[in-house]
């Protein structure tokens, strides 16, 4: 059984700095690429950055590039989203998943950017 488990959330100050970690179980993890989503307070979810399955190639949506890098340590089956300089609007509820679309996602972790 695949299992997701997100950590890390928080409240945080503007321009601070969260890292979420993703624990992944059940599935080979070091061949699948990894995705994070978010979903914010009355919004649908949205996709926030993938990477490949040997962590050789990133992407990020255009609201978190040059602030969050995602990572990975296959040795760990960890998935990783390392996220500077936070905004209000980066607010959401974090959800690391299979893929881009949220698919097999676990019960996320929350992050709130707020003075």
């Known amino acids: 059984e695949v299992h997701l488990v997100e950590s890390g959330g928080g409240l945080v100050q503007p321009g601070g700095s969260l890292r979420l970690s993703c624990a992944a179980s059940?599935?080979?993890?070091?061949?699948?690429?990894m995705s994070w989503v978010r979903q914010a307070p009355g919004k649908g979810l949205e996709w926030v950055s993938d990477?490949?399955?040997?962590?050789?190639?990133?992407s990020y949506a255009h609201s978190v590039k040059g602030r969050f890098t995602i990572s990975r340590d296959n040795a760990k089956n960890t998935l990783y989203l390392q996220m500077n300089s936070l905004e209000s609007e980066d607010t959401a509820v974090y959800y690391c998943?299979?893929?881009?679309?949220?698919?097999?996602r676990g019960q996320g972790t929350q992050v709130t950017v707020s003075s």
């Open positions: 990477i490949n399955s040997g962590g050789s190639a990133t």
């Open positions: 059940g599935f080979a993890f070091s061949t699948y690429a």
């Open positions: 998943a299979r893929d881009s679309a949220g698919s097999g």
